[in-house]
């Protein structure tokens, strides 16, 4: 087949963005420097895909929009979710620019207001995590990991449906108080070793004493359900901080109209990050 004399004009990349997770646990490996990825801009079918309800919200839109825009991250799925805001935030200016309009309303006067802000300053407050420095627990040293995006995508629809069934027992008319007090229980009872089984996925390895590095799932999680409540306290706590590293900080707002400074959180909404 002849080659098109209009692949000139295909799109190109638009910015290069620094990955927190400096292309570690990557598999297969990144196909690009981690210190320069480069993306490109959404194409006319990766809108569409964004605006699929059902690919939406089981992660396919997201995966095949990564792949689309960052060739570099061969498989999305496997990605580290450290790795997702700035992706996500890098394929948004690299499409549309790197201002983006949000509506916010002052605690003070009630005004509701549109804001500019610059994706690019975004970008720039990414933290990075530092998965190199074991937690040490007695003779223990405990590794950490990112969970990858597709473990954090089954864990988001597996809390949806949890949160849901709690809902729907809450609200039952037909349930009496002794039953519908034990299938929440039950719920709840549910919900702790979910938790508990997110916590393990965040661990690599644990080495004992220097002499032997436990890497099977199965033998962390049953650790975590026999370990003190101090220790496993501990653990969650590491967790979540290094997931806090990559959260997006609060954005910094004046009301034009009353003047009131205050912080707005911020989060990518998917339904709408691309619009």
């Known amino acids: 087949m002849s080659s098109n004399p209009l692949a000139a004009y295909f799109r190109r ?25 480069p993306i490109f801009p959404m194409t006319a079918i990766d809108e569409i895909t964004y605006k699929t309800p059902d690919a939406l919200f089981n992660g396919e839109a997201t995966a095949d929009v990564i792949k689309s825009c960052i060739p570099a991250i061969q498989d999305p ?25 949000i509506s916010t309303q002052c605690p003070a006067c009630k005004e509701v207001a549109d804001y500019g802000i610059d994706l690019r300053e975004v970008l720039a407050s990414v933290g990075v995590p530092d998965y190199s420095e074991p937690l040490s627990a007695g003779d223990l040293k405990i590794y950490f990991r990112p969970l990858n995006y597709r473990e954090m995508n089954n864990n988001s629809r597996i809390n949806f ?27 709840f009872r549910k919900v702790s070793i979910f938790t508990i089984e997110t916590l393990a996925k965040n661990i690599d390895r644990i080495e004992i004493a220097d002499t032997q590095t436990v890497t099977d799932h199965q033998f962390i999680l049953e650790y975590l359900h026999s370990c003190d409540r101090d220790v496993y306290n501990e653990i969650k706590a590491h967790v979540v901080e290094q997931r806090s590293k990559t959260e997006l900080k609060p954005l910094d707002i004046k009301c034009d109209a009353c003047g009131h400074e205050y912080q707005q959180p911020y989060t990518l909404d998917m339904a709408n990050f691309f619009e």
């Open 13 to 37: 990349p638009s910015i290069y963005v620094n990955l927190p997770s400096q292309g570690q646990f990557y598999m297969p490996p990144l196909n690009a420097n981690p210190q320069e990825v």
């Open 77 to 101: 799925w496997s990605m580290p979710v450290i790795d997702l805001t700035s992706a996500l935030v890098g394929i948004r200016i690299a499409s549309f620019g790197h201002e983006m309009i």
């Open 161 to 187: 449906e949890e949160q849901r069934l709690t809902r729907s027992i809450e609200s039952d008319p037909d349930l009496e108080d002794d039953a519908k007090m034990n299938k929440l229980a039950e719920a």
